[in-house]
């Protein structure tokens, strides 16, 4: 028992003592390599039985960055890869392509010639297309901050010199908090897009383009500062953003701050809060999200000088097998009307819908149900009991974080005109900060389901 005691306690005082490879640059200490080999197995039990997963190049190329010698089986992942790339990189969004390309950099492989493609021209080609000149200058890309800031970092890790129209797109479309976002400025979209910029500073540019690179500089200096700024408390964790913007803005002020400094924004406190995060049942993504940020190795890694390591053989009896679909047959979702209803302590949840778009407030919206469900359900079981008593129709689809609602009350969403349902809170108007299958409601929660535009 003392023993135990004794043990806690210097885990404990470790961990409030440790310095972040991401905050120093230094090398994870036995706690922390301790915590990266918890995330790392959390995402062993989530590969699926083609070797892969749900987003293959995004754990790829975490694990080959945080984690390289503990990703058994990597050959067999490489060859999923290939046949992915061969059924849907050309239809892919330019992020999910350049996830590809770092992925396969990552793995010592060739973008240029992996599945019969050359992925890095493919991507090129890709980018093009992001700004059209419509009616009026569109102020951000197609696919959005996120995934152009992903597409630029690839083609600049793979020495693409990055033309100069997109430089100044960038430039244009950075908003005068610092920030980047498609209305407003976001962390998420910011820490991809401050990455790219870390890697086109990097790269040997012709003298012609000095004035240029100067107005990089100072976009690459405001970018800085609204991450910075964007810092926030939750009880005792610190983020940049919120939990799950964090680990890239982590990885983005490394590659383009002084480290030194790095304890007047509070970095170790935030890479404590990110290496401390995670939790029972996590989907893959944001496993694979935080793992880089623990070891402090960003892309930009990848640049030059990048080798490969042989890692550790399949652990004995190890199978990939993981199933995703959660059975929310009725038959066990009813059986709180039963006889053991009784026994069980259940709460209510209203349910809403807002078809229409726009921001006609006089009807808050044009449906609505109450169900009676056991405390503890994710909405998503919710809004699956619902279903089963014919009040709720719904339709999700499966993503790296879990179910994505694609369509309410038999109403799809068009992706291609960037609608999407969004989830909210309907009493206070916020965003749930999460997907319906991590989301639990309390009794007498209100969601409304509202047909949004991004
Ligand atoms: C772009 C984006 C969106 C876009 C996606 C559409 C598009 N084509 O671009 C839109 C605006 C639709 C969106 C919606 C939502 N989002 Co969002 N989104 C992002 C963002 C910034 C980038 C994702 C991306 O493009 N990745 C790159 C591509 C290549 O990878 P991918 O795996 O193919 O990406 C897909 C999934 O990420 C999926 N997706 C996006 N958001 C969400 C949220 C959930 C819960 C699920 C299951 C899937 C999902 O759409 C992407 C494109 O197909 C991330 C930030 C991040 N750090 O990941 C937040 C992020 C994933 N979103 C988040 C949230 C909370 C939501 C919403 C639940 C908000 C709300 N309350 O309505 C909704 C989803 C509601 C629903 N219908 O189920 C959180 C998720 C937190 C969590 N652990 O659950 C994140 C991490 C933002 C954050 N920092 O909090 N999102």
Redesign the pocket.
């Known amino acids: 028992m003392l023993r135990i005691v004794l043990l806690a306690g210097i885990y404990f005082v470790a961990n409030i003592l440790a310095e972040y490879p991401v905050c120093d640059n230094s090398e994870a200490d036995i706690a922390l390599e301790e915590l990266i080999h918890e995330n790392v197995d959390r995402l062993m039990e989530l590969r699926r039985p083609g070797w892969g997963w ?2 293959t190049p ?1 754990v790829v190329l975490s694990l080959q960055l945080s984690a390289a010698k503990k990703f058994f089986a990597v050959n067999e992942t490489i060859a999923t890869m290939d046949q992915e790339v061969q059924d849907e990189f050309d239809s ?2 330019i ?2 392509k ?2 590809y390309v770092m992925a396969v950099k990552a793995t010592c492989g060739n973008p240029r010639n992996f599945a019969g493609f050359d992925l890095v021209e493919n991507l090129r080609n890709s980018i093009g297309t992001q700004f059209r000149y419509l009616r009026r200058r569109q102020e951000s890309p197609s ?2 901050w ?2 152009y800031g ?1 597409a630029i970092q690839a083609l600049c890790l793979c020495n693409i010199e990055i033309p100069r129209s997109h430089i100044v797109n960038i430039i244009r479309g950075q908003d005068a908090s610092g920030g980047f976002g498609n209305r407003k400025s ?4 910011t820490s991809q897009v401050l990455l790219a910029l870390a890697c086109i500073k990097d790269q040997s540019l012709p003298t012609r383009r000095r004035p240029l690179m100067t107005k990089l500089k100072t976009a690459i200096d405001k970018a800085v500062g609204f991450l910075q700024t964007s810092r926030n408390n939750e009880l005792d964790d610190f983020w940049i ?5 964090s680990p ?1 803005a982590l990885l983005a002020l490394k590659e383009t701050t002084d480290l030194s400094q790095s304890s007047s924004w509070f970095c170790n406190d935030i890479a404590r809060s990110v290496s401390n995060g995670l939790w029972e049942d996590e ?1 893959e ?2 496993v694979a ?1 935080r793992l880089p940020a623990m070891r402090g190795r960003s892309v930009l890694a990848l640049k030059d000088g990048w080798t490969c390591l042989d890692p550790d053989s399949i652990p004995e009896g190890y199978q990939p097998q993981y199933n995703p679909e959660k059975t929310l047959d009725c038959s066990t979702l009813l059986e709180s009307n039963g006889i053991f209803s009784f026994f069980l302590p259940s709460i209510e949840v209203q349910l809403s819908v807002k078809k229409t778009l726009g921001s006609n407030n006089s009807t808050p919206y044009d449906y609505t149900v109450l169900v009676e469900v056991e405390k503890g359900f994710t909405l998503l079981e919710t809004m699956a009991k619902a279903r089963c008593n014919n009040q709720f129709e719904f339709a ?1 689809q499966s ?8 369509s309410v009350d038999s109403l799809e ?1 068009v ?1 291609s005109q ?1 609608q ?5 809170d309907a009493q206070t108007g916020d ?8 989301y639990k409601p309390s009794h007498r929660d209100h969601i409304l389901f509202k047909l ?1 535009v ?1």
Do not use: M
């Not at 953003?241 to 913007?245: A, L």
């Not at 993503?399 to 694609?406: D, I, K, L, R």
């Not at 965003?431 to 991590?438: A, E, K, R, T, Y």
């Open positions: 749900v987003n995004e892919s969004c992020g999910k350049a996830l696919h959005g996120y995934n992903l976001v962390v998420d979209d953003g919120n939990k799950f913007s890239a989907p993504a944001t999200h999700v993503s790296s974080f879990g179910s994505f609602v694609t969403a992706a960037r999407f349902w969004s989830l909210l965003f749930l900060s999460v997907g319906i299958d991590q949004s991004y």
